[in-house]
């Protein structure tokens, strides 16, 4: 399970104006909930959560945020950007609970050279960079590694084809294709040319022809 922490500070003041102000000080306004627990406003500083989120897969790190003299385990649910300049203007954490599982998505990661690639010159198609999963917040792994060096041209693997550490269920669709062996480019629209129909062929009457009428 990875994790990182970051410090917070309770806000009372809530409103555009005052998450305007916050961020010209150098802040980012956001909440805090859970299961057990009011929605609490927050703040964090910008430089900050600019660095943790830059260094974490935020969608399965447990953030251990530092509040009102207490640390609180959580996890980023919701971050909004501006949608030109892309910083963030508001963040959501979710309080986790011992024993209370969450959804989480969890990063694939594709292990080793697939077998159609070093021996047929195909390449690999990663179609899915995560699944979504039921875990409880003291085993979410930090991501899931998927072994790909068996895999000949042309072959695929799916969801349901992964080994995942006890206590994790699936939620992704379990016929859902991860990855796959494909022919390069080149070989398929060669192989698209040669199966093309070729047009008939006009060929002009001779003159023997035209002198026979």
Do not use: W
Not at 55 to 66: H, K
Not at 86 to 99: C, P, R, S, T, Y
Not at 164 to 180: K, Q
Request: hydrophobic share 45%; charged share 25%.
């Amino acid at each position: 399970m990875a994790s990182a922490s970051l410090s917070a500070e309770l806000r009372t003041d809530t409103g555009k104006g005052v998450a305007r102000k916050l961020r010209a000080s150098g802040r980012v306004p956001g909440i805090v909930y859970g299961h057990a627990r009011e929605a609490q406003a927050l703040s964090v500083n910008t430089r900050d959560l600019d660095k943790l989120l830059g260094s974490i897969s935020t969608g399965s790190t447990v953030v251990e945020l530092g509040l009102a003299g207490a640390t609180t385990k959580t996890l980023i649910r919701e971050i909004q950007r501006h949608p030109f300049k892309k910083h963030v203007l508001h963040i959501d954490f979710q309080e986790l609970v011992a024993g209370e599982k969450v959804t989480v998505d969890i990063p694939l990661v594709f292990v080793g050279v697939p077998e159609g690639v070093r021996l047929s010159g195909a390449l690999l198609e990663q179609i899915m960079h995560s699944i979504s999963v039921l875990a409880d917040p003291s085993s979410i792994p930090n991501h899931i590694d998927v072994d790909v060096a068996h895999l000949a041209m042309g072959h695929s693997l799916h969801v349901r084809d992964l080994v995942l550490p006890a206590g994790i269920e699936v939620l992704s669709d379990e016929d859902a294709t991860m990855c796959a062996v494909i022919a390069p480019r080149a070989a398929i629209e060669a192989a698209a040319e040669g199966d093309a129909v070729a047009e008939p062929e006009l060929i002009a009457k001779g003159k023997a022809d035209e002198d026979a009428k």
